[in-house]
Nanobody, 126 residues
Framework: QVQLVESGGGLVQAGGSLRLSCAAS????????MGWFRQAPAKEREFVAG????????DYSDSVKDRFTISRDNAKNTVYLQMNNLKPEDTAVYYC???????????????????WGQGTQVTVSS
């Protein structure tokens, strides 16, 4: 089992930037594909970005492509989400997720992931 702890959320004005971090513990981090999801009030949890285990494959939702960047540092057991040009519609609780895999896929599906963090709030004011 792997434990995930997100950090870096907060309040930012539209057009600003934040970097979220997700620290993993418990197992070999490089065995896990990682992802970021978000959930706004009264909405379903949605995919934001995913990254493969070791070869850097990434995938993004259309709504964040060209504004957000997912990355990971396997030596630090951490995955990041750099968010630039934030918009009020990016306001949500952001969740980190992990799935143990032998592939080099960057998974999009919520059901693909096995482990979830507790989430960190991101609020973008207009």
């Amino acid at each position: 089992q792997v434990q995930l702890v997100e950090s870096g959320g907060g309040l930012v004005q539209a057009g600003g930037s934040l970097r979220l971090s997700c620290a993993a513990s418990g197992r070999t981090f490089s065995n896990y594909a990682m992802g970021w999801f978000r959930q706004a009030p009264a909405k379903e949890r949605e995919f934001v970005a995913g990254i493969s285990r070791t070869d850097g494959n990434t995938d993004y939702s259309d709504s964040v492509k060209d504004r957000f960047t997912i990355s990971r540092d396997n030596a630090k057991n951490t995955v990041y989400l750099q968010m630039n040009n934030l918009k009020p519609e990016d306001t949500a609780v952001y969740y980190c997720a992990a799935v143990r895999t032998s592939s080099q896929y960057a998974y999009r599906g919520r059901s693909s992931y096995e482990y979830w963090g507790q989430g960190t709030q991101v609020t973008v004011s207009s």
